[in-house]
């Protein structure tokens, strides 16, 4: 199997699982992630789901360099789309998603960290965009992602110089949110924490916070209408009541 997903309560872990390629993606694995994430992103009694990668060396080291070796441009088009539906699905579902980088993620594998709300790094993990040293781009959302998350400056030096950086670095330039071992155990104690919250509420941060910049009118609306929702009355009058808040969903 090269996709395996385990629940752990409301949590859903997501486990890429191609170690003789260091987890790299190929057209199967890719597909198949696709699908699962599809689900996962449907599936109401999931509350937050982790992707992390199978082993002790990789996260994922990106798209299968083997297979896009063969491709035309017609099929590159294809097999981007197909990394693109992948990564949109990790940033728009409407749930909290977090990478549990525990080893190389590079390439395609950095790009699916970048869709993910929150990135976790093992000590020894290892990210870049290494697509410049094949003669290629990224092509599943490095070229965007990088950019708003770690700023213009950052992304053009790594998609240029294809260099690789380690935790600390990618801690340093924000790629990654915090440095952690075990990083799995980092990353389900935040999504167990975020599955406390308002489903509705966090859902909407979500989906503000990836709003492009200028889209404040939409927030401002956004955040109105969420004051009919039972979780807003809820949690503000919990906090008037000093007790916690019972979230219900609704
Ligand atoms: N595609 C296919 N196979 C890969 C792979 C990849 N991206 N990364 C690693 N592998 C395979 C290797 O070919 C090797 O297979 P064999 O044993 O059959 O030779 C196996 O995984 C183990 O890899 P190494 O022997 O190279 O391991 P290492 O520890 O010496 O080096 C590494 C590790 C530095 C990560 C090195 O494997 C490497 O540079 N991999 C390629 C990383 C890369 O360039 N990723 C970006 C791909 S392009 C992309 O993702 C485009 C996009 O935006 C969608």
């Excluded at 190929?26 to 999931?46: I, P, Y």
């Excluded at 981007?80 to 998603?97: C, D, F, Y």
């Excluded at 935790?167 to 167990?192: C, F, K, S």
């Excluded at 489903?199 to 955040?223: I, Q, S, T």
């Amino acid at each position: 199997m090269s996709i395996d997903v385990a629940r752990d309560g409301a949590v859903a872990v997501v486990t890429v699982d191609r170690q003789d390629a260091l987890n790299a993606l190929d057209v199967a694995t890719l597909t198949e992630l696709r699908d699962r994430l599809g689900e996962l992103a449907k599936d109401g009694t999931v509350r937050a789901l982790v992707l992390t990668g199978a082993g002790e060396k990789a996260f994922v080291a990106g798209a299968d360099i083997k297979y896009m070796s063969g491709l035309d441009p017609d099929g590159a088009k294809g097999w981007g789309a197909l990394g693109h539906e992948a990564g949109r699905l990790l940033e728009t579902m409407p749930k909290p998603t977090i990478a549990a980088i525990n080893g190389f993620a590079l390439g395609g594998g950095c790009e699916l960290a970048l869709a993910c709300d929150l990135r976790y790094a093992a000590g020894r993990a290892k990210l870049g965009q290494p697509e410049i040293n094949l003669g290629i781009v990224p092509g599943w959302g490095g070229t965007q992602r990088l950019a708003r998350i770690c700023g213009l400056g950052v992304a053009k030096d790594l998609i240029y110089t294809g260099r690789t950086v380690d935790a600390e670095e990618a801690l340093r330039i924000g790629l990654v949110n915090a440095i952690a071992d075990p990083v799995l155990d980092r990353a389900l104690e935040t999504a167990h924490a975020l599955t406390a919250k308002s489903p509705v509420a966090l859902a909407l941060a979500k989906r503000l916070v990836n709003l492009a910049p200028g889209a404040l009118d939409a927030e401002a609306e956004a955040f109105g209408e969420l004051f009919a929702s039972e979780d807003a009355k809820e949690g503000l009058a919990a906090f008037v009541d000093k007790r916690e808040p019972r979230f219900t969903g609704r």
